[in-house]
């Protein structure tokens, strides 16, 4: 038995220094030399003693040089403290520099197999690995995200060329109807990617939003449950109107129209004029469903069997007349509207006196009122700064009945 395996058998057998080798280990590590203090306050009665008779003197900190220096007073002399680490633990001593090279190296070895499989996809693969939740995935289980990557590359190279449902379209390319899941690490991966590739910048944070891409690229996430609600619109397909929408016309009947039967209509327009009134309450279009005027009612949001009835009235030259909640996401909501339809909108009782009107009450936390810095549309800006000094929301409800004798009566709304 030479010398250094004479120092590993003696320290391994005197128990007490194996918390001191781990901290010289981890200084090691940490400075890349054999350098730096470490202090035995909280070491055990036990280990402390075993310190002191090495050394021969009690000691508050030890020195790596020093531990190193005392060695070569004992009959391990010539052995260096480097050699005794790396054979007490029975690896090499890698220093975190040395840690983090290696791992940037299997790393970048880990994408660049993945765009010398998936050549086309390249370019986006080169933007996601910057993704914190990317990032994230790597560090916990690389495997997995090997897999969710794999995944989404594959889903890109058979996107459908016809309307297709979310989890049908999961299954084709997975075999795992819910392996696109929106709250997924394969679910986000791919609206990553969907928005990589697309001319529209879209906010995924906004459910509306992800709707809205995912639908550009043919694939809908729900078309049942996304309906919208409405009266008074008529429909047709191929140039025949729509039995469903002619028969609600005529007897004056709310419609809640799955997103699935909006998407096959070709034309739609008021039943009679062209005006058409957006609200977004259900209970405010109730009420103004009596009056019997083309209505539709958002129902809180903008989903995509919503805007999708409101882009074939806007192509027919159909005017939207809007009244909506005076909080931060109701005039987010209109700011939507105009930008999406320009001067097919008009802002119908939103103004900062159809606010004090509504006698506002109800607390907006300050998280709420943040959402207001994202409204900049010019028309909305006396009613944001009334809303950021009261701090309060207001609601179309307090309007109803205004709202109500205005479409009775005989304004012009052309």
Known sequence: MNRLDEAVQFFRGERSFHRLFCEMKKKYESLGRIGGTISVASFSMEEKDAIASFFGKEMSRVSLAAFEQQLTNTRFAGISLIELLEHYFGEPLVTKKEQQIEAEREKEAYFTRLMHTYRAQRDWLIAVEKQRFVQLAYQQTPQTLEVALSAVCRALEQLPSTYTRLPVFAQKVTN????????????????????????????????????????????????????VTCAGVMAEIEKDRHPVFAAACETNTALNVPLREVMPLARAYPSIGNTVFVVENAGVFSTLLDTNVPLISTNGQLNLATMWLLDLLVQEGVTLYYSGDFDPEGLKMAQRLVERYGQSVRLWHYNRADYLATKPTVPLSDERLAKLQSVTLRDLQPVKQEMLRRK????QEALVEALRREVEGDVDFS
Do not use: I
Request: net charge negative; aromatic share 12%; proline share 2%.
């Open 176 to 227: 795992d109807p819910h392996a696109f899941d929106l709250h997924t690490l394969s679910g986000k991966l791919l609206l990553s990617a969907l928005q990589f590739y697309a001319d529209t910048e879209y906010d995924l944070s906004s459910v509306e939003d992800v709707n809205e891409l995912l639908q550009s690229y043919r694939l809908l996430r729900e078309d049942v449950l996304n309906f």
């Open 392 to 395: 309060k929301a207001g609601y």
